[in-house]
């Protein structure tokens, strides 16, 4: 039997020098991700370009391994394994993120924060304590819904408004507050407001008495925001002005430090 040839199989170099199998395999996991976490070999040979028999090989080995299980329709979903990935991700993601969420507590005064975007839902994953007596605390890991946090507007701002609706339909949007948007109209309202201003703003929708202004981490790995939160006495309007260029210039600086810490050789 003629052994196979790195050149002519899935484990030959990609144009990027990369081993092609890999970068195909991993592109895949990025599509079922987009789609929804559950897609068919079909979709995903129209949205890759891929072959069927190509996909077909891939996707076993993806299941053997645990990150992909196929379901009892004969469609594919992303597997358990990937959870763990995830985790340990994002406590990473974090780590890379403090001394940036330091700078600014330092600039602002307030409490910073990182959270991102992981199903329908907010996770706070780093977080940097203002130095004020009176400050705000939100515990690393703590999960809440997008539509009453500056986060989160901040997050779906770049989001097509039929799928936002989506996400809010199957959410659900409780007050926490009187002032918590709770239609979706409003919420659709409140993300053309964050993308004409380029920053949102969560004024006592979360927690009375609390602000929190919020921007998104341009080209960042998976959806990001980083945020301040304090008093609504302190982050006034006027505070505004000041604590939103830091913000942005933060989120820029961090978003070119987790571009950079990928090595290209």
């Not at 339909?169 to 918590?180: D, H, I, Y």
């Not at 919020?214 to 960042?220: C, E, I, Q, T």
């Not at 961090?254 to 990928?262: K, N």
Request: charged share 20%; glycine share 8%.
């Amino acid at each position: 039997m003629p052994t196979s040839s790195a050149s002519t199989t899935d484990s030959a170099k990609s144009a990027s020098g990369g081993v092609q199998s890999l970068e195909r395999a991993f592109d895949l996991l990025e599509r079922m991700a987009d789609a929804g976490g559950e897609v068919g070999l079909s979709e995903l040979s129209a949205s890759s370009g891929l072959p069927l028999p190509t996909i077909h090989r891939l996707m076993r080995t993806l299941v053997a391994c645990g990150y992909v299980r196929q379901q009892s329709n004969r469609r594919y979903a992303l597997g358990p394994r990937l959870i763990r990935l995830g985790e340990s991700a994002s406590r990473l993601l974090g780590t890379w993120a403090r001394p940036y969420l330091a700078r600014l507590v330092e600039e602002t005064g307030e409490t910073a924060n990182m959270a991102l975007l992981d199903g329908d839902e907010i996770v706070y994953v780093a977080q940097v304590p203002s130095k004020h007596s009176m400050r705000m605390f939100t515990e690393v890991g703590r999960r809440v819904l997008p539509h009453s946090t500056g986060v989160g507007k901040a997050l779906l701002a770049g989001t097509p408004d039929g799928e936002v609706r989506a996400l809010l339909a199957r959410t659900g949007m409780p007050a926490a507050t009187e002032k918590t948007i709770t239609t979706p109209d409003g919420f659709l309202a409140a993300l053309e407001d964050v993308r004409r201003l380029g920053y949102a703003l969560d004024d006592n929708e979360q927690e009375i008495g609390v602000r929190c202004l919020a921007v998104s981490v341009p080209n960042s790995p998976t959806s990001a925001a980083i945020s301040i939160s304090g008093p609504a006495g302190r982050v006034t309007e006027a505070a505004t002005e000041k604590i939103v260029p830091v913000l942005q210039q933060v989120a820029v600086e961090l978003s070119e430090a987790l571009a950079s810490s990928t090595p290209t050789a």
